[in-house]
């Protein structure tokens, strides 16, 4: 079991960056493949990262790539996703999640999820 907790949303203007976190409590946390979803009002929930076990390997949904960086720290049993230049459009609870199956981008193929962190993006 991996409890998760997130932290760092809030207000930023668009170009800006912030930088979220993932804190995780279980023993099976560096097991886990962690991923990050948004969802904004009315849309479904979506990729937006994701990260290997071991944190060597990162992929990104195509919307963030390049401005959006995802990264773990295995000792601290966090994750974190910074977001450089982020977008008013992406305005959405950020979510992250720990899942057994690397390189999915599928909401479904991830056990556990946080409560979610707000994210506004003024323009």
């Known amino acids: 079991q991996v409890q998760l907790v997130e932290s760092g949303g809030g207000l930023v203007q668009a170009g800006g960056s912030l930088r979220l976190s993932c804190a995780a409590s279980?023993?099976?946390?560096?097991?886990?493949?962690m991923g990050w979803f948004r969802q904004a009002p009315g849309k479904e929930r979506e990729f937006v990262a994701g990260?290997?076990?071991?944190?060597?390997?990162?992929y990104y949904a195509d919307s963030v790539k390049g401005r959006f960086t995802i990264s773990r720290n295995n000792a601290k049993n966090t994750v974190y996703l910074q977001m450089n230049s982020p977008k008013p459009e992406e305005k959405a609870v950020y979510y992250c999640a720990a899942g057994r199956r690397f390189l999915s981008r599928l909401a479904s193929q991830f056990d556990h999820w946080g409560q979610g962190t707000q994210l506004t993006v003024s323009s």
């Open positions: 990260i290997s076990t071991s944190g060597q390997s990162t």
């Open positions: 279980g023993r099976t946390f560096s097991n886990s493949v």
